[in-house]
Nanobody, 121 residues
Framework: QVHVEESGGGLVQPGGSLRLSCVASGSIFSINIMAWYRQTPGKQRELVAR???????DYASSVKGRFTISRDNAKNTVFLQMNSLKPEDTAVYSC???????????????WGKGALVTVSS
């Protein structure tokens, strides 16, 4: 079994910073991509940022220059450093581990339950 769990959400003032963490646990050989998504009521879930096992990254245009994604392959952990936060960044942020290789499967995707980030004054 593979479990994905986010942490670090909370309330922050506009212009402030927050750091999200996500850990994939279980008997894991490798994870191809780790990514962050976000969703608000009435909107589709959108990709915020993703990173490959080799360190290649991409970002949504709305967060480029403000957010930074990074990962620790040895710990199967991904981070999202969020700076200069805006009210429109308020959302449930979910972590996804994609292309996960385990003893029982070659490539599977897993999702965490999400962490709420609220940007408000």
């Amino acid at each position: 079994q593979v479990h994905v769990e986010e942490s670090g959400g909370g309330l922050v003032q506009p212009g402030g910073s927050l750091r999200l963490s996500c850990v994939a646990s279980g008997s894991i050989f490798s994870i191809n991509i780790m990514a962050w998504y976000r969703q608000t009521p009435g909107k589709q879930r959108e990709l915020v940022a993703r990173i490959t096992s080799g360190g290649l990254t991409d970002y949504a245009s709305s967060v480029k220059g403000r957010f930074t994604i990074s990962r620790d392959n040895a710990k199967n952990t991904v981070f999202l450093q969020m700076n200069s936060l805006k009210p429109e960044d308020t959302a449930v942020y979910s972590c996804s581990a994609q292309g996960v290789h385990t003893p029982s499967s070659y490539s599977m995707d897993y999702w965490g339950k999400g962490a709420l980030v609220t940007v408000s004054s």
